[in-house]
């Protein structure tokens, strides 16, 4: 999903090249009078002259000490340093021992802007991902935001991560599972891509998904008595000609790839194992779920062909990239007006990122659909924490993007909609009006509940009618949010 709105102009112009002179012009430039606070943007602007020296000599020296994921020791040490130079509250080993926080707060109250700064290299490439780009841009994008907090005397907080293993490991979902980012009302992050000259891209990326296949098979002599062999390279290269097969029958937002291994191979051997990876990447995690039933059967038919063994194993890799339609419009308003054009068809549109992850906050499909007193009790809990998160981009969702969401996060998204939902005839879905129809239905036995509901007790309620007849966890938000609100001005259709 990418920000389209309505200061955004589709740019396909030539694209930057290194040697490439041109300086960019801004796209709309009568915009620029429609920018929110051009002061606080002109010290932004300053600020950022002012550091581009040390942030260029950071920049080099982490590029020139790569380190792989989790392992980014003399990078955390460097970065770190230098936030506690400007002045920031540095937490070292953050949830993890090669991640950090860098923070600082300006009066009370106000809201917490979160940046990312990315740090660790590819195997044997070092940072041709530009990850010493991105903790840069995380540095000055923080520093910046503290100066105009103290400069214009706003009160608010900006909270830097250094976020490890990105390209292995997926350091932000871990970091998001320990509750690093759940102070923070907005979470910010760039990364370096190609694209047209001047071009800030506003696109999304894919959702990922990991396969591993092991083809086990029985070794012989290749020319002696080749057929006392099942031959696992064979399995690996049917494979891999199977995938390549199928692609054609894919769309082309879709993108299948990966790579097959052996061990102890020799020629005049007959290899009886080999191993795959692959990664099947989509616009949505559904779309991946859908291509995977697709890709399985192409390891299980070539171990069939062979007379090998096959163990398929699976895991989920990053979601894909939502961006925010409001923030987004910002970046795009300022950028036409200012310094360049917007892109939608290159940046990380085709590539994946753990920060989709972040994007959607800490809810966790699997745990959907519980009934157990238990569980619910520590399901709801859980998802309170994510409640900011959601009500972050309740401004960006409308009903039609609900379609999308399995039934019991849809009813939770309608909950937190509803303050803005207003008149009713916006309510005109069917699903919408089933929510509303099942809420009045089940109104008398939530107001049952209602002493343990607010005080968290939900060990202490035997009659779980509700609970077990609903089998999902929405009609518990739905019941807290009852509770919460007054019920007598509580305006449902039908």
């Given at each position: 999903?990418?920000?389209?709105?309505?200061?955004?102009?589709?740019?396909?112009?030539?694209?930057?090249?290194?040697?490439?002179?041109?300086?960019?012009?801004?796209?709309?430039?009568?915009?620029?009078?429609?920018?929110?606070?051009?002061?606080?943007?002109?010290?932004?602007?300053?600020?950022?002259?002012?550091?581009?020296?040390?942030?260029?000599?950071?920049?080099?020296?982490?590029?020139?000490?790569?380190?792989?994921?989790?392992?980014?020791?003399?990078?955390?040490?460097?970065?770190?340093?230098?936030?506690?130079?400007?002045?920031?509250?540095?937490?070292?080993?953050?949830?993890?021992?090669?991640?950090?926080?860098?923070?600082?707060?300006?009066?009370?109250?106000?809201?917490?802007?979160?940046?990312?700064?990315?740090?660790?290299?590819?195997?044997?490439?070092?940072?041709?991902?530009?990850?010493?780009?991105?903790?840069?841009?995380?540095?000055?994008?923080?520093?910046?935001?503290?100066?105009?907090?103290?400069?214009?005397?706003?009160?608010?907080?900006?909270?830097?991560?250094?976020?490890?293993?990105?390209?292995?490991?997926?350091?932000?979902?871990?970091?998001?599972?320990?509750?690093?980012?759940?102070?923070?009302?907005?979470?910010?992050?760039?990364?370096?891509?190609?694209?047209?000259?001047?071009?800030?891209?506003?696109?999304?990326?894919?959702?990922?998904?990991?396969?591993?296949?092991?083809?086990?098979?029985?070794?012989?002599?290749?020319?002696?008595?080749?057929?006392?062999?099942?031959?696992?390279?064979?399995?690996?290269?049917?494979?891999?000609?199977?995938?390549?097969?199928?692609?054609?029958?894919?769309?082309?937002?879709?993108?299948?790839?990966?790579?097959?291994?052996?061990?102890?191979?020799?020629?005049?051997?007959?290899?009886?194992?080999?191993?795959?990876?692959?990664?099947?990447?989509?616009?949505?995690?559904?779309?991946?779920?859908a291509t995977m039933k697709r890709v399985i059967p192409c390891f299980e038919a070539?171990?069939?062909?062979?007379?090998?063994?096959?163990?398929?194993?699976?895991?989920?890799?990053?979601?894909?990239?939502?961006?925010?339609?409001?923030?987004?419009?910002?970046?795009?308003?300022?950028?036409?007006?200012?310094?360049?054009?917007?892109?939608?068809?290159?940046?990380?549109?085709?590539?994946?990122?753990?920060?989709?992850?972040?994007?959607?906050?800490?809810?966790?499909?699997?745990?959907?659909?519980?009934?157990?007193?238990?569980?619910?009790?520590?399901?709801?809990?859980?998802?309170?924490?994510?409640?900011?998160?959601?009500?972050?981009?309740?401004?960006?969702?409308?009903?039609?993007?609900?379609?999308?969401?399995?039934?019991?996060?849809?009813?939770?998204?309608?909950?937190?909609?509803?303050?803005?939902?207003?008149?009713?005839?916006?309510?005109?879905?069917?699903?919408?009006?089933?929510?509303?129809?099942?809420?009045?239905?089940?109104?008398?036995?939530?107001?049952?509940?209602?002493?343990?509901?607010?005080?968290?007790?939900?060990?202490?309620?035997?009659?779980?009618?509700?609970?077990?007849?609903?089998?999902?966890?929405?009609?518990?938000?739905?019941?807290?949010?009852?509770?919460?609100?007054?019920?007598?001005?509580?305006?449902?259709?039908?």
């Amino acid at each position: 999903m990418f920000c389209d709105c309505q200061h955004t102009t589709k740019n396909y112009g030539p694209i930057w090249r290194p040697d490439d002179g041109s300086k960019p012009i801004p796209s709309r430039p009568d915009n620029a009078p429609n920018i929110y606070r051009p002061d606080i943007l002109q010290n932004i602007e300053e600020t950022l002259r002012d550091l581009d020296e040390e942030l260029r000599e950071l920049s080099l020296d982490v590029h020139a000490h790569p380190e792989i994921a989790y392992e980014e020791r003399y990078t955390h040490d460097v970065l770190t340093k230098f936030m506690e130079k400007h002045g920031f509250e540095v937490t070292n080993h953050y949830h993890l021992e090669t991640a950090w926080r860098a923070t600082f707060t300006n009066r009370e109250g106000g809201r917490t802007i979160g940046v990312n700064s990315e740090m660790d290299a590819l195997p044997g490439v070092g940072h041709a991902c530009g990850h010493n780009l991105i903790a840069i841009s995380g540095v000055g994008v923080s520093i910046a935001i503290k100066k105009a907090l103290e400069k214009f005397n706003l009160p608010g907080t900006v909270e830097l991560l250094g976020t490890p293993a990105e390209e292995v490991g997926s350091g932000k979902v871990v970091l998001l599972d320990k509750g690093a980012y759940q102070n923070m009302d907005a979470c910010l992050m760039c990364h370096p891509a190609p694209g047209p000259v001047g071009s800030v891209s506003l696109s999304g990326s894919l959702a990922l998904e990991k396969i591993t296949v092991e083809f086990t098979g029985h070794t012989a002599h290749a020319a002696l008595s080749p057929w006392e062999g099942r031959n696992a390279h064979d399995a690996a290269v049917l494979s891999y000609n199977n995938v390549s097969a199928l692609r054609q029958q894919l769309l082309p937002s879709h993108r299948i790839h990966g790579i097959f291994e052996g061990k102890d191979w020799t020629p005049n051997i007959i290899p009886d194992y080999s191993k795959m990876n692959y990664y099947v990447r989509a616009p949505t995690r559904s779309e991946v779920k859908a291509t995977m039933k697709r890709v399985i059967p192409c390891f299980e038919a070539a171990a069939l062909a062979t007379g090998c063994k096959v163990k398929v194993t699976t895991s989920p890799g990053p979601l894909d990239l939502r961006q925010n339609s409001v923030l987004g419009g910002e970046v795009a308003n300022i950028t036409t007006a200012r310094y360049g054009d917007i892109d939608y068809e290159w940046g990380i549109k085709n590539a994946s990122t753990d920060f989709g992850d972040v994007c959607y906050g800490t809810v966790n499909p699997k745990l959907m659909g519980m009934t157990c007193s238990r569980e619910l009790c520590q399901l709801f809990r859980r998802c309170i924490q994510v409640l900011p998160f959601l009500r972050l981009r309740m401004a960006e969702i409308t009903l039609q993007d609900l379609r999308h969401l399995p039934l019991p996060l849809r009813h939770i998204m309608l909950v937190l909609m509803l303050p803005r939902l207003s008149p009713l005839r916006e309510l005109g879905s069917s699903l919408t009006m089933c929510f509303f129809l099942r809420l009045r239905r089940h109104m008398t036995t939530m107001l049952r509940f209602k002493t343990s509901l607010q005080e968290n007790r939900f060990s202490e309620v035997k009659d779980l009618t509700l609970l077990k007849h609903s089998h999902t966890l929405s009609h518990v938000f739905m019941t807290r949010w009852c509770l919460n609100t007054k019920i007598n001005e509580l305006k449902l259709p039908c």
